[in-house]
């Protein structure tokens, strides 16, 4: 698990950066310890990866989800509910915000930025040196900056998920260690974790991991897993 998780827990970034496996893959780590968890779905840009997909998954394993009120239809504006904001002002329960890519998606997030910054949080900036956009230090801190303009929220910490999803090796890996660390130079902000399939941990010398399995799949394994059934 991440060290020095607040109860208030934000995931951004950039499209496939990884977000909503990430936010996922926490709010179960949290159940397993014990805690009550929400998972908030803040993602009303990004039709393809959401963590409302699982909500039913999540559910049953008694992890609360609260997501737009037309998250998982073919309607084109999902609504911001109450219960989101409810969520993110309560403190007895753990948070976990998933929150669409880039600035775009991070306009829901301005809307909760006073709660938020009235409270102690992370805001985990995941990056992804293999996904387009952010393949050099540059690039990240950019999108990071504007992120946070549009949020009106400072990250607090970045999340390095570079990753090719089935097909990363330990090589992958460890060849973006470097990168990682020049993001964090250019932002100024910690790495919190280098983010690593379960499989593959044992097997990475790396310092401060969280280990990940996959639960988001790209779009088309999603069809031809849908044409399997």
């Known amino acids: 698990m991440i060290n020095l998780l607040n109860k208030l827990t934000i995931i951004t970034g950039h499209y496939g950066s990884g977000k909503t496996n990430i936010a996922v893959n926490l709010a179960l780590d949290l159940k397993k310890m014990g805690k009550e968890v929400i998972l908030v779905d803040l993602d009303i840009v990004n039709p393809y990866f959401r963590s409302a997909d699982f909500t039913e998954e999540l559910e049953a ?18 609504a911001l509910t109450a219960a989101i904001g409810q969520a993110i002002v309560q403190r007895e329960k753990y948070v976990i915000v998933d929150v669409g890519g880039d600035d775009a998606g ?4 301005g809307r909760y930025s006073e709660d938020i910054m009235a409270r102690d949080y992370n805001m985990f900036y995941v990056i992804n040196r293999y996904r387009y956009l952010t393949r050099d230090a540059e690039e990240a801190a950019e999108i990071l900056s504007e992120i946070e303009l549009m949020g009106k929220v400072k990250a607090t910490g970045i999340l390095n998920n570079s990753n090719l999803s089935y097909e990363t090796s330990v090589e992958d890996i460890l060849s973006c260690a470097a990168y990682a660390e020049e993001v964090s130079q250019e932002t100024g902000l910690p790495i919190a974790a280098h983010v690593i399939r379960k499989d593959l941990l044992a097997q990475c010398p790396l310092e401060r991991t969280y ?17 399997d059934s």
């Open 106 to 109: 991070a306009a829901a997030l």
């Open 211 to 227: 280990g990940v399995d996959i639960f988001v799949k790209p779009v088309w394994e999603k069809k031809q897993d849908s044409q």
């Open 61 to 78: 394993k008694g992890i609360e989800v609260s997501a737009p009120v037309y998250a998982n239809t073919n309607l084109d504006i999902p």
